[in-house]
């Protein structure tokens, strides 16, 4: 008995950078049927004397069996490197006509039996034949071809292709391990249970056999599927990677899949690599950075992965400089492969480099941006190998300034902006995502760098009504940083409608795009003068401004606080907007304070307190009610809550919104004597050596403004 | 930064300026560029009196044991890096910087400019202004 490769588990993982999986639903007869013949085949499969494809498609269910053997040759010699021919076939139900005839040559029997004794040395019966040739089809089908690998498995030929793995010629296995080979070196493969023992059992089989299909199959089995650390600690536990290990020193299909399958194993499993490498790595790791100088530039990537993905899981083994720089300099070289391994090698750099500042710098030295930058550069650059090369430099422009001023210096901007214009969404996605580290720079913001540059701005305002709210996200995130005010080039933003796109995006129903678009309207708040304020509050009205903060994301009302208050830091005029239609922003606010429980939001909220307490006595008393609505009643309980919060930013806050209602003023001296009779005085009192240093110096700030009333 | 009344231009003129925290960790309160030796280093944070408990042990071995942290004065070195507004005719120089000392208690900055080709210690004064409000606001931004 086999054991079972189905059900479908779980969805599809990818080793690289996820995106969206789009399933591509193919819907095919599964029966045999001469008469069905789809309407839909292109008209360049239907010309040629013979009849061309669909005729040959015919053939595969001829009851001659060799007509059929011949048809059977012929699909699987056209299809070769030749995605469009796949598709065109499996768009002709050729997928599972050749499955059927597996199936049909299997349940025959024969095919199982020896070769007769007096048959050719090598020579293969005639069902073993059909078998071969049918198998090798369906791996051609399935080879570096999504849709492929989905028509294949939909045509239930994945049990038969494993039934082909006990045949007694090693021909008929070999071409049985090669297509399960490639099946499995796609996501969409179905995951393989290796916790159930007979699988578990059966994977180890595989890697103990003779026949380099039929171990890299096992291997590409566990790059595929193995995932969880339950997983991961059973390959451990079972042998299987010292085995792996072993065939590093094999095949290069041996030594490629162990590495991607070592990669599974290890990844984010800290305990795993420790525990099987040893304190010092020893052979295992040796083993791999060998590879990185291997003739064979997949080989060299996949070794730099492993490596890689031994780093991000533990810092005991690629701590030197040394190694550091090796993996830098290799995935650089790398980047000139003008095949699938420079596609992916941009996405293995990224990986590498994520969030650390020391790879920034080393990577920054090795010229890693000019290498991008020339990658970016070049005509016909696939849309995969863009995409990476675009978030590479995403991530290496992400913390350093050093960087950002590089790649700024390489005259980037047009290129960049020319890509958000890109008719695939993932590179519209990429630029927007590169652009928004690059305009980190607050050198850069406040020399206006961005907002003077028309076409940019133009691209941006452009996305903000693009169809897809990813990309409405990732544009808003570009949006918001170059807004903020530290120079006033907004003018540009402003007269393409750039504002307005933000007032209509706020009211998305999409959560991240409302609070994109309303931290985009904050930071364009920051430090703005009265003007920008003015055409904010007549775009968004205090009802919608007060819906926000009500919103049911914490995101979406921490900021819409943070707008409110940006937009009532300023002149008296400017707080006033926050009592129109009955203090509708103001009740929005108090409610908030009194019912959230994200810091976040509360901090937010309470600045807004302050900076409403530095208007006239009208503004200072509203605040004062909403923190006293009942005299003699204490202060609100939210409101001692923060003096004796955890987070010394919300102390530090609160005592702010006391010292601005304790500031000498007419009713100042009023305030401070509710204060002190609320008990609240006393509460600050208990402050005085609180342990934050800015705590500290306010509370004393305000104890010496209210001294007329106790000792401190 | 924002200079006023600068004779030669027509309007306020504003730098860009990046700064130094002094502590210890990633900046010492010696420069270590722009031209300025540790005497002038010296010379220069001596004129802060919120310096002086520092001063012995700066001189000594540079401070590196000093814990800074829990001290309400920050000590900065401000680099002008480029004229935002202007041209570089506006009779202002930004090829020196400026040793810099915040009270973070009454909210104030002094500061002292240095440049071995420009007149010592040209003061810098700043106090916190409310600009008609009666208290401190804050806005705020996040950078994505």
């Excluded at chain 1, 060799?66 to 598709?87: C, F, H, M």
């Excluded at chain 1, 970016?376 to 650059?381: R, T």
Aim: glycine letters at 6%; one cysteine or more.
């Amino acid at each position: 008995p086999f054991p079972s490769l189905f059900p479908f588990s779980s969805p599809p993982y990818k080793s690289f950078r996820r995106r969206r999986i789009r399933f591509h639903a193919i819907l095919l007869p599964l029966s045999i049927d001469t008469t069905d013949m789809p309407t839909t085949a292109s008209a360049s499969f239907t010309s040629g004397a013979d009849g061309g494809p669909t005729s040959l498609v015919a053939r595969l269910s001829s009851g001659d069996p060799d007509v059929k053997l011949r048809a059977l040759r012929e699909v699987k010699n056209q299809i070769i490197g030749s995605k469009t021919k796949k598709l065109g076939y499996i768009k002709l139900g050729a997928v599972p006509r050749v499955a059927s005839i597996l199936s049909a040559a299997i349940a025959d029997g024969d095919c199982f039996q020896p070769a007769p004794a007096a048959s050719p040395r090598g020579m293969l019966g005639y069902s073993s034949n059909v078998v071969v040739q049918s198998a090798a089809a369906l791996g051609s089908f399935a080879c570096g071809f999504d849709e492929g690998v989905q028509a294949v498995l939909a045509a239930g030929a994945l049990p038969l292709l494993v039934r082909l793995l006990d045949h007694p010629d090693d021909k008929v296995v070999d071409v049985g391990a090669r297509s399960l080979k490639m099946i499995y070196q796609s996501e969409f493969a179905p995951k393989y249970e290796i916790l159930e023992r007979k699988s578990l059992e059966f994977l180890v089989s595989l890697l103990n056999r003779e026949g380099e299909n039929v171990t890299e199959l096992g291997a590409s089995i566990i790059a595929h599927s193995c995932r969880t650390v339950e997983e991961q600690k059973t390959m451990l536990e079972a042998g299987v990677l010292k085995r792996l290990v072993s065939f590093l020193d094999g095949s290069v299909g041996q030594r490629d899949a162990s590495l991607g399958s070592l990669a599974a194993a290890f990844r984010n499993n800290a305990e795993v690599i420790t525990e099987f490498m040893g304190p010092h790595g020893g052979k295992p790791f040796n083993a791999i950075f060998r590879l990185t100088v291997d003739s064979n530039p997949k080989t060299r990537l996949l070794a730099c992965q492993c490596l890689i993905v031994i780093r991000n899981a533990t810092d005991c083994y690629v701590q030197e400089l040394g190694f550091k720089r090796k993996l830098v300099t290799t995935l650089l070289e790398l980047l000139d492969d003008p095949g699938q391994v420079g596609d992916e090698c941009p996405f293995v750099l990224s990986s590498l480099v994520e969030g650390k500042e020391d790879l920034h710098k080393i990577a920054l030295e090795a010229d890693a941006m000019v290498k991008l930058r020339n990658c970016m550069d070049k005509e016909n650059v696939n849309p995969r190998r863009l995409r990476g090369v675009l978030l590479a430099l995403a991530d290496l422009c992400s913390k350093l300034e050093s960087c950002r001023s590089t790649f700024l210096s390489m005259k980037v901007l047009k290129p960049l902006t020319g890509f958000l214009n890109h008719k695939e969404e993932d590179i519209r996605i990429a630029a927007c995502t590169c652009l928004k580290n690059v305009t980190r720079s607050v050198k850069n913001l406040c020399a206006g760098y961005f907002m003077k540059n028309e076409a940019l701005v133009n691209a941006l305002i452009l996305l903000l009504t693009d169809a897809s709210e990813e990309v409405q996200v990732a544009a808003l995130g570009v949006v918001s940083n170059i807004v903020v005010d530290f120079t006033t080039h907004k003018s540009m933003f402003v007269a393409h409608e750039g504002m307005q796109q933000l007032f209509c995006l706020s009211k998305s129903m999409v959560p991240a795009v409302r609070s994109n678009a309303l931290r985009a309207l904050r930071n364009m708040t920051f430090l703005a003068d009265d003007k920008c304020k003015e055409a904010i509050y007549l775009g968004m009205t205090p009802s919608l401004i007060a819906n926000l903060i009500r919103d049911d994301e914490l995101s979406v009302k921490e900021q819409a606080l943070a707008l409110v208050r940006n937009l009532v830091d300023g002149s008296v005029g400017s707080i006033e907007q926050v009592f129109a239609d009955d203090s509708i922003i103001l009740d929005a606010v108090g409610s908030q304070l009194q019912c959230c429980p994200n810091a976040e939001v509360l901090l937010q909220g309470i600045y807004v307190l302050g900076n409403i307490a530095c208007g006239n006595e009208i503004h200072k008393e509203a605040v004062t009610c909403l923190l006293f609505p009942l005299a003699g009643r204490g202060p609100e309980p939210f409101f001692v809550n923060f003096l004796l919060s955890s987070d010394s930013r919300l102390r530090l806050a609160t005592i702010w919104v006391l010292i601005n209602l304790t500031l000498p003023s007419p009713g100042a001296l009023k305030r401070q004597e509710r204060l002190q009779n609320e008990g609240v005085l006393s509460i600050v009192r208990s402050m005085v050596n609180d342990p934050c240093l800015d705590v500290k110096i306010r509370v004393r700030t305000l104890l010496t403004q209210t001294e007329h009333f106790g000792d401190f | 930064m924002e200079a006023l009344n600068v004779p030669m231009a027509d309007t306020p003129v504003v730098t860009f300026w990046e700064g130094e925290i002094v502590d210890i960790k990633n900046y010492t309160f010696f420069t270590g560029k722009w031209e300025a030796m540790p005497d002038d280093d010296i010379k220069h944070w001596t004129k802060f009196p919120s310096f002086a408990p520092f001063q012995s042990q700066v001189q000594a071995d540079g401070g590196k044991s000093l814990d800074l942290s829990n001290y309400p004065f920050i000590f900065m070195r401000w680099k002008e890096q480029y004229f935002v507004n202007v041209g570089t005719d506006c009779g202002l120089t930004i090829a020196g910087f400026y040793y810099v000392c915040f009270s973070c208690a009454d909210v104030t900055i002094n500061g002292f400019y240095y440049d071995p080709n420009s007149s010592p210690f040209q003061k810098l004064e700043l106090k916190s202004a409310n600009e008609g409000k009666t208290g401190f606001s804050f806005s705020s931004y996040e950078l994505q």
